[in-house]
């Protein structure tokens, strides 16, 4: 693998500083987010309010995220940057001073994971668009793939490092940690220097620019494909994050530290993948990655529900967070590269719908299943829906791939690596 290649997008200063105070704060979300999942399932020990607590984390994204996407094509998205960022600060401070005061209660971790999530709502459409400001064109695949890279790399370091901070210390420094990690992207955010954003004079009105995002996004075929697999994905088989405490506490009896490895294994699947994706030239052949992806998501799902051996569900949640990761970021690179400048913020607000809004729904439903029936067959039923999915977009690659090629050839765009 030529690494040089694989890591081009840090080349360019600004996009160097994104992406160390990014990685940061990502680590510090999982941090706050192992800290209230343990909290919350130390002081009820229930599968249903887990469930709530992840539901109410990431419920926002799927109602909010459009707005945030819009909110990107009609303002400065670096004046936005700065101020979700700063935002983001707030829930983690709070929960600091309710924990160390002893006034903590489970309705308050519910409430302020609602507030992150609603941050995290308009946050991400216009982080992801923001990416085209820093880097050339051509360098946009690395760099969206280092973004998934930055993702994967908090999801594997942020557990570890919550498992051993709940060890040694309580869940409040947990919090206390995440503030600080958004005092750096702040100060990340405010040393870069980029050339304001032209924005063209905006003449409809906010619900009109909503719905032709809507229409543009329905009518090009890519988009409209392959946003389904990916919803299916997060609705059915992410949500084994929310569920993990229980397998780590009841299935292999362990403790916050053994959470934090099974979490932190699922995020090396996704480093893995990112670095992969990372290494392309370009973006043709990724149906291929996709449907790959997609079946690997799946079928480890299951494995991981019915193991009773701990080194082969550490490699089945391996694989389950490659495939979601490498499927999610392999669709948000085709989109990016395909659609109009003019159209990328609202088109990746829906994106942030099904990447991370149907997470809630899944969390929420995941969570009242896994009460009635058990964490290992709720998620073993996830996987086979996932696998039957990833079958059925199998068999329309063929047509998708024929919808793409015209748009490659268009922009110019060589067949590289496959």
């Not at 050339?195 to 063209?200: C, D, H, L, N």
């Not at 009109?208 to 697999?229: D, F």
């Not at 494995?303 to 080194?311: D, I, K, M, T, Y």
Request: aromatic share 8%.
């Amino acid at each position: 693998m030529d690494f040089k290649h694989t890591l081009r997008a840090l080349r360019h200063r600004n996009y160097r500083l994104f992406f160390c105070g990014q990685t940061l704060s990502i680590v510090g979300n999982w941090v706050q987010q192992i800290a209230m999942a343990w909290l919350v399932y130390r002081m009820t020990e229930s599968a249903w309010l887990l469930g709530v607590t992840g539901f109410a984390g990431q419920i926002a994204i799927l109602v909010l995220a459009p707005f945030g996407g819009l909110w990107a094509d009609r303002f400065d998205r670096h004046r936005l940057l700065l101020i979700t960022q700063a935002l983001s600060a707030v829930p983690p401070l709070v929960l600091a001073v309710l924990s160390y005061s002893g006034m903590i209660e489970v309705w308050h971790v519910v409430v302020m994971a609602l507030l992150t999530g609603i941050v995290n709502a308009i946050d991400t459409p216009i982080r992801l668009t923001f990416t085209t400001g820093m880097v050339p064109r051509k360098d946009l695949p690395s760099a969206i793939a280092m973004n998934a890279l930055m993702q994967s790399l908090g999801r594997m370091i942020g557990p570890t490092v919550a498992g051993a901070l709940l060890a040694v210390s309580t869940e409040a420094f947990c919090f206390v940690v995440n503030t600080l990690s958004k005092a750096i992207i702040v100060g990340s955010v405010i040393m870069i220097t980029i050339a304001p954003q032209m924005i063209p004079p905006v003449t409809a009105s906010p619900w009109q620019q909503m719905r032709e995002g809507m229409r543009y996004a329905w009518e090009l075929i890519p988009v409209r494909w392959l946003l389904p697999m990916v919803a299916t994905i997060s609705f059915m088989v992410t949500p084994y994050q929310t569920l993990m405490p229980i397998f780590a506490a009841e299935v292999f009896g362990g403790d916050a530290t053994l959470l934090g490895l099974l979490i932190g294994a699922a995020g090396g699947g996704g480093v893995i993948g990112m670095l992969a994706l990372a290494s392309r030239r370009d973006v043709r052949g990724l149906t291929r990655w996709v449907t790959f992806a997609s079946l690997s998501a799946g079928l480890s799902a299951i494995v991981f529900a019915w193991s009773p051996w701990l080194p082969l569900s550490l490699l089945a949640i391996a694989v389950t967070g490659f495939g979601i990761v490498v499927n999610g970021m392999s669709v948000s690179t085709m989109i990016q590269t395909i659609v109009d400048d003019r159209m990328r913020g609202r088109v990746m607000g829906i994106f942030s719908m099904a990447f991370l809004g149907m997470y809630p729904l899944g969390s929420l439903a995941g969570g009242a299943l896994a009460s009635v029936i058990g964490a290992p067959a709720t998620l073993a039923i996830g996987g086979c829906i996932c696998t039957v999915a990833a079958l059925l977009l199998w068999r329309r690659m063929p047509a998708l791939r024929a919808h793409l090629r015209p748009i490659y050839d268009r922009l110019e765009i060589t067949n590289k690596n496959n």
